[in-house]
């Protein structure tokens, strides 16, 4: 039978969990293994980076970052099956992103880009939206 191919098998993709957040941001300068609430989380330099929420309107599954506004908007707009929100996030810089939506090359841009945010918040700076608008 020369000349036909074997099907090719797709291999599995990685769920990611995280574990497997917890290696790959422990590679990043100043992150430690810490808990948040009672749960695990990353931080750096003693500041939340990336955990897991237990809010009853987040998805299982799912990893929070702290993220620049702006960068949150992009990530919304441009994948809104992988990155989302639940009204108790709309004020904080942080976004909700599905792990089975990822890869490992995708969430390490994620914790680098948290890590970039975090480090370099200034200490006065808002932590909310709320905050950053005019007095009425």
């Excluded at 100043?30 to 998805?59: H, I, Q, R, Y």
């Excluded at 939506?101 to 480090?119: A, E, I, P």
């Amino acid at each position: 039978m020369a000349g036909k191919k074997k099907p090719t098998r797709k291999l599995k993709a990685e769920t990611l969990t995280f574990e497997t957040v917890r290696e790959t941001g422990l590679t990043l300068p100043g992150v430690d293994n810490g808990s948040t609430f009672g749960w695990p989380c990353l931080k750096v330099n003693g500041k939340l980076l990336a955990w897991m929420p237990v809010k009853k309107d987040v998805e299982p599954g799912t990893l929070a970052l702290r993220i620049d506004f702006d960068q949150r908007e992009a990530l919304l707009e441009e994948a809104p099956d992988t990155y989302y929100l639940t009204d108790h996030y709309v004020n904080y810089p942080a976004v909700l992103v599905r792990l089975n939506r990822l890869d490992r090359n995708s969430l390490r841009d994620l914790l680098q880009t948290s890590h970039r945010f975090v480090t370099t918040e200034a200490s006065g700076k808002s932590r909310s939206r709320r905050s950053r608008l005019p007095n009425t």
